[in-house]
């Protein structure tokens, strides 16, 4: 099992920061795959970013966060981060983060341990 809490949501303004962390517990946090995804208001759950064991960086094909989020893991602290920048009100979202150990780490279905979430809400 690995246990997986997520932190760091919050209301911002357009064009602010934030960065969200999840910590995680139970297993080797360094033998999974770690991925954020997002969920907003009457929408389906869709990717964000995924950082695999190996540290090869995927980020949404959309192209909606590329060059604004940026994933990261530290091994040592067993903690992911995925740090927001330049926010915009339709990245409002609960933000989730999970585990898994298929790759490469870009579908929900290749993770197996969720979080239970934070808010992150952007106003205009």
């Known amino acids: 099992q690995v246990q997986l809490v997520e932190s760091g949501g919050g209301v911002v303004q357009a064009g602010g920061s934030l960065r969200l962390s999840c910590a995680a517990s139970g297993r080797t946090f360094s033998a999974y795959n770690i991925g954020w995804f997002r969920q907003a208001p009457g929408k389906e759950r869709e990717f964000v970013a995924g950082?695999?064991?190996?540290?090869?960086?995927?980020?949404s094909s959309s192209g909606s966060v590329r060059g604004r989020f940026t994933i990261s893991r530290d091994n040592a602290k067993n903690t992911a981060y995925l740090q927001m920048n330049s926010l915009k009100p339709e990245d409002t979202a609960d933000y989730y983060c999970?585990?898994?150990?298929?790759?490469?780490?870009?579908?929900?279905?290749?993770?197996?341990?969720w979080g239970q979430g934070t808010q992150v809400t952007v106003s205009s």
């Open positions: 950082i695999a064991v190996s540290g090869a960086i995927t980020y």
């Open positions: 999970a585990a898994g150990q298929i790759s490469p780490p870009i579908a929900a279905a290749y993770y197996t341990y």
